[in-house]
């Protein structure tokens, strides 16, 4: 008896810890576009880390959400594709850092556009949605700072049949 109830008292700690770390540290956005299609569905819910990047960098191929579009900013996700300090082309759809293509096998959706080469500001980064044919991205507005990145998205949570 007094091992269940142990066992009981512990599964109730850890619970509430995590739900305590998850009201702090975790953000879950509905999804509203297609851009990230077929990462990201359109009204897929997608757990957000806000912790991720106090302890390690952005890297190239992060999916990243972020605030766009002031005063009424919204939750926007997106690859990293450029990081501070890269020449950033896009011609005929085809991406280039410092001269070089980029491999991105998940773009499953790829258009022909393309974008003046834009030099990544030191605290930039220069982002694209997956479904390239139909994203508002760097392309468009240019980079995104860095103060606006909210954090790494990590999965879809919600609905279940996406887990």
């Given at each position: 008896m007094a091992k269940a109830r142990t066992f009981v008292s512990l599964t109730a700690q850890v619970v509430l810890l995590v739900a305590i770390a998850a009201a702090f540290f975790v953000r879950t956005p509905q999804?509203?576009?297609?851009?990230?299609?077929?990462?990201?569905?359109?009204?897929?819910?997608?757990?957000?880390?806000t912790l991720a990047y106090r302890f390690g960098p952005i890297r190239r191929?992060?999916?990243?959400?972020?605030?766009?579009?002031?005063?009424?900013?919204?939750?926007?996700?997106k690859r990293v594709v450029g990081l501070p300090g890269e020449r950033v082309s896009v011609r005929g759809g085809v991406v280039a850092i410092d001269g070089r293509p980029l491999a991105e096998p998940y773009v499953r959706f790829p258009d022909r556009r393309s974008a003046p080469e834009v030099t990544v500001p030191a605290r930039g980064y220069y982002v694209l949605g997956d479904n390239r044919a139909d994203s508002d991205d760097s392309r468009t507005w240019g980079t995104l700072d860095a103060a606006d990145i909210v954090g790494k998205a990590l999965v879809g949570i919600w609905p279940p049949r996406r887990v």
């Open positions: 999804v509203d576009g297609l851009s990230m299609e077929p990462r990201v569905h359109a009204g897929e819910f997608v757990l957000i880390n191929g992060d999916v990243v959400a972020f605030r766009h579009d002031a005063p009424n900013p919204e939750t926007y996700i």
